[in-house]
């Protein structure tokens, strides 16, 4: 594959994006401004191995310990010219974002991409709305399905998310009219979601606590609202052909919900999501999640 060609707005390497976040003190009236530029880069073999396995970790959950993870790591270094990383302080640091895709097909026979696909198979035999993505993956001799592969730190701004995506759609435009295997005939996001749980620890208080939290408009009966860790892939989804959630292999146990308080009073249960895009649709997702941030 060649190397990356240039943008209109310089290499993808050497583009920027200027955030800001407010950190209030303990004065309402006094707030501090913190001026953030966030850098793209190729995923570097040389630097960004750890950052990127500590990355992946974090997406897969509790199923974490069910990969090898060292080995997709590998996989997506060695493909240094499709898929972005953030950085904030230069090439040499760890990510604190990545973004890239993964050829199902052209990987089915390493180790590593046959675990994982077992576990998709297995995953969306236990939701229904997943059920059609089972024929795809037992078909990977003929379905060019790209995994989508995607993570951040908890407090990076979904706001770096948009210029992965295009650059990827850039990247692979480049790889296929060069012959690479790249030209895929759906696209399968893999994500996280959550719902909020009550504390253990707090059973006993009152539960009123959750119906506040829970979304206008949510049905007594509905059971608990899902929020994303993700918010494209709200957007994203509206250009499915299907998504839908799924529970990890490694249930959580009662009370691990609290280890993971990061959401006031209430403990947060998280969930593996899916979202399968048709190669014709996926152009068009990537432009509504654009212009979606860029509403503010």
Request: aromatic letters at 10%.
């Amino acid at each position: 594959m060649a190397k990356r060609k240039d943008l209109e707005e310089g290499s993808p390497d050497e583009r920027r994006l200027d955030e800001s976040s407010s950190a209030e003190s303990s004065s309402e009236d006094d707030t501090n401004m913190l001026d953030v530029e966030f850098e793209w880069f190729d995923p570097q073999p040389e630097h960004d191995f750890h950052g990127l396995k500590t990355l992946l970790r974090q997406l897969f959950d509790v199923d974490a310990q069910l990969f090898d993870l060292s080995a997709v790591a590998q996989l997506i270094l060695a493909q240094p010219l499709l898929g972005s990383t953030v950085k904030v302080d230069g090439n040499e640091t760890d990510p604190y974002a990545f973004l890239t895709v993964l050829n199902l097909q052209e990987h089915q026979e390493k180790p590593s991409v046959s675990n994982l696909v077992q576990y998709l198979l297995q995953r969306c035999a236990a939701n229904a709305e997943l059920s059609p993505l089972k024929g795809l993956l037992e078909s990977l001799s003929t379905a060019r399905i790209g995994l989508v592969l995607t993570e951040r730190l908890i407090n990076i701004p979904p706001e770096v998310v948009p210029p992965m995506y295009k650059m990827l759609l850039e990247e692979i435009s480049w790889a296929v009219e060069e012959n690479e295997p790249y030209n895929f005939s759906h696209y399968l996001i893999l994500s996280k979601t959550y719902q909020e749980m009550e504390s253990q620890i707090d059973q006993d208080s009152s539960k009123s606590h959750k119906k506040k939290k829970q979304r206008l408009g949510a049905g007594k009966q509905a059971g608990p609202a899902v929020f994303y860790f993700h918010p494209e892939d709200e957007v994203l989804q509206r250009y499915a052909q299907f998504y839908g959630g799924f529970d990890y292999v490694n249930q959580q146990g009662e009370g691990q919900s609290d280890s993971k308080r990061a959401f006031q009073e209430l403990g947060i249960r998280s969930q593996g999501h899916m979202i399968l895009i048709e190669a014709e649709n996926f152009d068009p997702a990537v432009k509504a999640t654009e212009q979606y941030f860029a509403q503010g």
